[in-house]
């Protein structure tokens, strides 16, 4: 690899003290879930407190236009629905210049078939001639559900997921990157709150693939860490979590930026209809690579962890000495 020297600025071996700086990380991360919860819970209002609800949760209708061979004029639409006053109107372009999405809410009392006629025929009195290509009608009840469903995936996944831990290495690992699971999942409810990122299917989905990411790499750290816990008993617990960090430090840095490349050039080049997807996931990315180091392997620490039952690791032999 000495064509590519880019390579070297990762370095192979590395000495950092991570512990050392626990407990700073720890006020820093308690800080930011608060101010998470905060964020995504008040005002506590339903269907989904300070997110930005979409129609998946809140109701309403989706249409999806095309005016061909013509570009779709998307401020005459998004003026011409504000005009009947449809609540959360989005007018989004995608795929071709000519074709656009528009969603917008149903108001209360009224049938949602029977508004989305009119929607249409305002649309085809704006722009002329308009193809409609789909049109879907989502009820409060149904989303009601799809809400319920949706965060009953998110914990099932995360109690999956300590359940997995806890059979592959010890309870205090499961509780450990539990810990850390809820600790990335409420500060992305934190950013979406914040950057007020339509709350949808498409971001539960995101948040999943996130969970996924995190806990590859806490099960990363944590094997490094049981096999040098086996390898190095007599060593302090805190020095082998910041040598099995660092001994996984390389690779972290690597997975992590080829996905966030990949990812940024789905931000940029992906159009706004998948731009939010792709920052949850870059912010996931990080925040989860963060989570494994100060969350989910100090919490091991501050558990403490039986090493009784661990076994001597035999020494190596030379290469050259003979049996």
Not at 39 to 52: I, T, Y
Not at 131 to 149: D, I
Not at 180 to 185: G, N, Y
Request: proline share 5%; charged share 15%; aromatic share 10%.
């Amino acid at each position: 690899m000495s064509f590519w020297p880019l390579i070297k600025i990762v370095p192979v071996k590395t000495k950092f003290r991570f512990v050392a700086f626990s407990r700073a990380a720890a006020v820093i991360s308690i800080v930011a879930v608060i101010a998470s919860l905060a964020a995504a819970m008040f005002p506590f209002k339903p269907p989904c407190g300070g997110l930005n609800c979409g129609i998946d949760f809140r109701g309403g209708s989706v249409l999806e236009i095309s005016t061909a061979p013509k570009p779709v004029n998307l401020g005459a639409v998004r003026g011409a629905l504000e005009a009947m006053h449809m609540g959360d109107v989005q007018v989004q372009a995608f795929g071709s210049p000519s074709d656009a999405m528009v969603r917008f809410q149903t108001p209360a009392g009224m049938e949602p078939n029977a508004v989305a006629e009119r929607v249409k025929g305002e649309i085809q009195q704006v722009l002329g001639v308009v193809k409609f290509s789909r049109m879907e009608v989502v009820g409060p009840k149904v989303s009601g559900e799809l809400l319920g469903k949706g965060l009953t995936a998110l914990f099932l996944a995360i109690g999956l997921m300590l359940v997995y831990i806890w059979f592959r290495f010890e309870v205090q690992f499961g509780l450990g990157a539990v810990i850390a699971l809820f600790h990335d999942v409420i500060l992305t409810f934190g950013l979406i709150a914040v950057t007020r990122t339509e709350f949808s299917l498409t971001t539960i989905a995101a948040i999943l693939t996130i969970i996924g990411y995190s806990m590859n790499d806490t099960v990363v750290v944590f094997d490094r860490l049981r096999e040098n816990l086996r390898k190095y008993k007599r060593m302090p617990l805190r020095e082998v979590i910041d040598l099995s960090i660092n001994e996984t430090l390389s690779r972290t840095i690597i997975t992590g930026l080829t996905a966030l490349l990949a990812l940024g050039g789905l931000a940029v080049f992906g159009g706004p209809s998948l731009f939010s997807m792709s920052l949850i996931l870059m912010f996931g990315i990080v925040i989860g690579t963060y989570s494994s180091i100060y969350v989910a392997a100090p919490v091991i620490l501050l558990w403490g962890l039986s090493r009784t039952h661990e076994e001597e690791a035999e020494p190596l032999k030379p290469a050259n000495q003979r049996f």
